[in-house]
């Protein structure tokens, strides 16, 4: 009687162990999902504040500017390597070596990006703002949309307006 005693509280005891054990494993995969998630959240707010970082330099840029003359020289300041979009829009030229004026307008600018957000030449580049300038009296809109690598689609997009209050010439 003793041995079937002993026999069935040892039956008892491997269960209570399997259902912990199995307990144990459905909390941490639910704590491992849930982690997983939380560092793709985290992942994708780091990217998507380094876009809107990325557009709000170019902004501010922008709105500093007393002339368009004046804007485009700060960007070839700021970004050497930039390009200005001519002709059927197929066909780059640096940014610095290319004289846009305000009657240019509108013209396209493509700013290149490295893995770490830093500006840098098309060959090392892994993202890109372009930025369309136009312009309508002396009213400048930008549309700045910012793009990883080759894609077409913006995964973030900002308009601005620039009113020039003196122009070149008055």
């Given at each position: 009687?003793?041995?079937?005693?002993?026999?069935?509280?040892?039956?008892l005891?491997?269960?209570?162990?399997?259902?912990?054990?199995?307990?144990?494993?459905?909390?941490?995969?639910?704590?491992?999902?849930?982690?997983?998630?939380?560092?793709?959240?985290?992942?994708?707010?780091?990217?998507?504040?380094?876009?809107?970082?990325?557009?709000?330099?170019?902004?501010?840029?922008?709105?500093?500017?007393?002339?368009v003359?004046e804007?485009?020289?700060?960007?070839?300041?700021?970004?050497?390597?930039?390009?200005v979009?001519?002709?059927?829009?197929?066909e780059?030229?640096?940014?610095?070596?290319?004289?846009?004026?305000?009657?240019?307008l509108?013209?396209?600018?493509?700013?290149?990006?490295?893995?770490?957000?830093?500006?840098?030449?098309?060959?090392?580049?892994?993202?890109?703002?372009?930025?369309?300038?136009?312009?309508?009296?002396?009213?400048?809109?930008?549309?700045?949309?910012?793009?990883?690598?080759?894609?077409?689609?913006?995964?973030?997009?900002l308009?601005?307006?620039?009113?020039?209050?003196?122009?070149?010439?008055?």
């Open positions: 009687m003793a041995q079937r005693h002993r026999a069935s509280h040892g039956s005891f491997l269960m209570e162990l399997i259902f912990s054990i199995l307990l144990f494993t459905i909390i941490a995969t639910i704590c491992i999902v849930g982690f997983v998630k939380s560092h793709t959240l985290s992942r994708d707010a780091s990217l998507q504040t380094h876009y809107v970082t990325i557009a709000s330099n170019i902004a501010e840029i922008i709105r500093s500017g007393e002339t003359e804007t485009i020289s700060s960007f070839a300041t700021y970004y050497p390597d930039a390009v979009l001519v002709g059927d829009g197929t780059e030229v640096a940014l610095s070596k290319a004289q846009i004026k305000e009657t240019d509108p013209a396209i600018l493509h700013i290149y990006y490295d893995d770490a957000f830093h500006p840098c030449a098309f060959s090392d580049a892994a993202y890109c703002a372009e930025v369309k300038l136009g312009m309508d009296s002396r009213l400048l809109t930008a549309d700045i949309g910012v793009r990883i690598g080759g894609n077409t689609a913006h995964v973030y997009d308009t601005i307006e620039h009113f020039f209050h003196n122009m070149a010439g008055e």
